[in-house]
């Protein structure tokens, strides 16, 4: 089934060890970010410095200089414009080397097996830090949300967790930054009750449909039908409706499904 072979490559890389990666020029810094900064020509420049609480680091004749939410790239560039601007260097040429990533954070919440904080030592994607977590529990839903700040604004985006795994590098698996947080819901499920072998909740499969959710059951008992179901699913306005449904038909959230008696 499509559905386990996910979950098998999923725990598979849960399992493997943290994975390296090499800089990103997209990287956002952050507080505790640990810089050293580079002019060439100009040895006496080069500074060790830490990206502050505010964002900000401290560089010679310059002094403050704002550069929290800006990718590598833009820091120097940035950077070298104030050095220009200021008349210490004409043809300023600045390089950023990010050298730790002590202070960032990042929490992974919800259905989760490990929730909790976790530090960014490494440029960390969100498969990392799942696996930091030790992946998602067997009731944990098939997306993440990851919410934070880029460049000064809210940041928000759905992550579908099995693709992440599916390919060799999905553009899903975003790079993390500090204070960003990886929320895992409750999987929806769907509920099977009456002449059902095992009756009670479960999680709804991608794209499962009503055979698939009486199997997950057990099927009907000796005394039930398969072709007598009763579905009770709420509308949009809130209405619970009765429906008979067919096999094909696919399972929603909060679905339930009434296993009738035969009358034969």
Known sequence: MFQILVRTLILLSMLSSAKAFAESPDYPLGPGDILRIQVFQNPDLTTETRVSESGSITFPLVGALE????SVASAENKLAAALKKGGFIKQPQVTIVLLQMRG????????VNRPGRFPLETLSRVSDMLAAAGGTTALGDDFAIVTGTRNGQAFRKVIDIPALYLEE???EDIILAGGDTIYVHRAPVFY???EAQRPGAYRIERGMTVMQALAQGG????RGSEWWLRLHRRNADGVVERLSPEMTDAVQPNDIIYVRESIF
């Not at 099927?219 to 000796?222: I, L, Q, V």
């Open 67 to 70: 550069v929290g939410g800006l």
């Open 219 to 222: 099927g009907p008992t000796p």
């Open 192 to 194: 099977i009750y009456g």
């Open 104 to 111: 960032s954070q990042v929490s992974v919440l919800g259905q």
């Open 169 to 171: 590098r999905s553009d």
